[in-house]
Structures are given as C-alpha cells and as structure tokens.
C-alpha cells in the first residue's frame, strides 16, 4: 500500500506544489478566474481532452498488457522473462519523450507566429535525432542486454537475441512515431491520432495474442513491432506530408 501511495501520489503532490507556485508566486497574472471561463472553450477542451485519453488508453492497452497475456498464455513465472528486458528498452522510450515534449509548445507559438518552415525543418531534426538515438541505445542493448539481465536477476532470467530485437526495433519505431506525435499535436490532430491509436492497439493486441503460443515471449515483443509499424507507421507516413501541405497553405493565405 505504501509503494503504491509513493508511486501515483508523488506526481499528484509536485503537480500541486508547482500549481501553487506559479500561479500565487511566479505569475500570478496568468492566475484562472471564473470570470474568463467560457462555455465553447470549455467544451473544446473537454473534446481535446477526451480524444486525448483515448490516445492515452490505447497505447496502455497496445504495450502495457504484455505481462497479463504472458501471464494468462504461457504462466506467471515467464513474466520476468519479458518484463525484465521489456523495462530496459522502456527507459530508453521514457528517457526521449522526456526531450521530446517540450516540442508541443513549441510548435504551437511557432505555427501561431507563422513560423512554418521551422516547424518543418524541426520536426525533421527532431524526428531523426530521435531515431538516431533511439538505434544506438537498440544497439547497445541489443549487444550487452543478455548479460545486462542476467545480471539484474541474478542469472534467473536471460534475454534472446531474437527476444531483443524485436524490443529494439519496437523502441525506434515508437520514438519516430513520438517524435512526430508532437507536431500533430500542436495542429490540433488528435482525432486522427485517436483512431489510428485504437486501430493500432487492436492489430497489436490480436497479433501478441496469436503469437506468444508458437513464439514464447519474443512473439509479444514482435506482434508490437509488426502491429505499431503496420498501423501507425503506415497512417504517419501517409498523413504527416498532407499537414505540411496544410500550413504551408495556411502561411500563404494569411
């Protein structure tokens, strides 16, 4: 119970502490009033808010489900055998949407500016970056994440080549998806982000399912592979040149 109130409590406690803050000490100006509440904001936010949970739910479902369907397919104690190198790559993906997030207002205030070449040539810096970085840690883990493992668990688990390749590439195709993540969400895509994250979660699920009998916990690892490319890959790719289209022709018309 302790380390469950530790876990969810501490960021509700520091999001309050920085709440009270800003807003009664760093700029107290910007302080919400019941006075500039406004019934069409409201309900945009709470559409926005909405799509964005849906987004949220999904990706949960897509990837946070893996040790309940090792758990339910091949037995409680293969769990770690997934979990343990699934969490190594998992820091690699936390560690980039930390670096990746402040991007969203960034490419608000620059497509409110007009700035739309930045935001363009920034988001392809951001992107490759991302998955530069995203396929040198792979690398990396690819090559000492066996021993790593080994080694966190006192030599009980130890991780397939097979089993981390398929986290690795999992890992680079989510960051280019998150990467790319920021400039939608800066352009008010969340719609499209919220279907194609259920049509995703769906593939994923369905092909995790269907593969962890015949592959053991490296099909969990590569159904989310496959599923993520196959789903998001595609419907980024085809949608990310037409939101470029989109402000450029919004600059020239304004």
Avoid at 7 to 34: E, H, K
Avoid at 228 to 243: E, H, K, N, Q
Wanted: contains cysteine; positive net charge; aromatic residues 10%.
């Amino acid at each position: 119970t302790g380390l469950a109130i530790a876990y969810a409590g501490t960021p509700i406690l520091f999001g309050l502490c920085n709440t009270v803050w800003s807003f009664a000490w760093w700029r107290p100006d910007l302080r919400p009033r019941p006075a500039h509440v406004r019934r069409s904001q409201m309900r945009e936010l709470w559409t926005i808010g909405a799509l964005y949970f849906v987004l949220q739910l999904s990706a949960a479902f897509a990837f946070a489900a893996d040790n309940f369907i090792v758990a339910m397919t091949l037995g409680p104690e293969r769990v770690p055998d997934l979990a343990v190198p699934a969490r190594l790559f998992g820091l690699v993906t936390f560690a980039l949407g930390l670096l990746l997030r402040p991007m969203w207002p960034e490419y608000t205030r620059a497509i409110s500016l007009g700035r739309v070449s930045w935001v363009e040539r920034t988001t392809i810096r951001s992107l490759v970056l991302a998955t530069a970085v995203a396929a040198l840690a792979s690398a990396g883990l690819l090559l000492f994440g066996s021993a790593l493992t080994s080694a966190l668990t006192r030599g009980t688990v130890t991780a397939s080549l097979a089993l981390l390749s398929a986290l690795g590439f999992t890992t680079i195709v989510v960051a280019a998806g998150n990467a790319l993540s920021m400039v939608y969400n800066a352009v008010g895509a969340m719609r499209f982000q919220a279907t194609v994250a259920l049509a995703m979660a769906a593939v994923v699920l369905t092909l995790k399912i269907t593969l962890v009998g015949p592959l053991g916990v490296t099909g969990v690892a590569l159904g989310g592979a496959v599923g993520y490319t196959m789903i998001s890959g595609t419907a980024f790719a085809w949608y990310t040149p037409g939101v470029f289209r989109r402000l450029r022709a919004d600059g020239s018309a304004a």
